[in-house]
Nanobody, 124 residues
Framework: QVRLVESGGGLVQTGGSLRLSCDTSGVTFSNYVVGWFRQAPGKEREFVAAIRWSDGITSYVDSVKGGSTISRDNAKNTVYLQLNDLKPDDTAVYYC?????????????????WGQGTQVTVSS
């Protein structure tokens, strides 16, 4: 079965960096888009970034452009989200998700598979 496992979250100070990992297994992800979402307490889950596994095309929400980078490692079947210059507003549970096909969706309900999430906390 499809499995997504996030790791790499933690507590950092404002301006710090983290690299989140999403280990994938269960299917050949060459025909999938993998996205990162985040959900802060009391807020809706929101799109952060996505990557199309087949060709590496990426998409970002405007608020993180320039401060975050999504990438993949084909050999490790892992997708990364590098978060730089973190701010307290970036505090959230970060989830990776997979959507079969080539469309770069930003709506969470269009993704088929989800990981359990990893907590990112940014202190001021």
């Amino acid at each position: 079965q499809v499995r997504l496992v996030e790791s790499g979250g933690g507590l950092v100070q404002t301006g710090g960096s983290l690299r989140l990992s999403c280990d994938t297994s269960g299917v050949t992800f060459s025909n999938y888009v993998v996205g990162w979402f985040r959900q802060a307490p009391g807020k809706e889950r929101e799109f952060v970034a996505a990557i199309r596994w087949s060709d590496g095309i990426t998409s970002y929400v405007d608020s993180v452009k320039g401060g975050s980078t999504i990438s993949r490692d084909n050999a490790k079947n892992t997708v990364y989200l590098q978060l730089n210059d973190l701010k307290p507003d970036d505090t959230a549970v970060y989830y990776c998700a997979a959507s079969q096909g080539i469309a770069m969706f930003t709506r969470p309900n269009l993704y088929d598979y989800w990981g359990q999430g990893t907590q990112v906390t940014v202190s001021s």
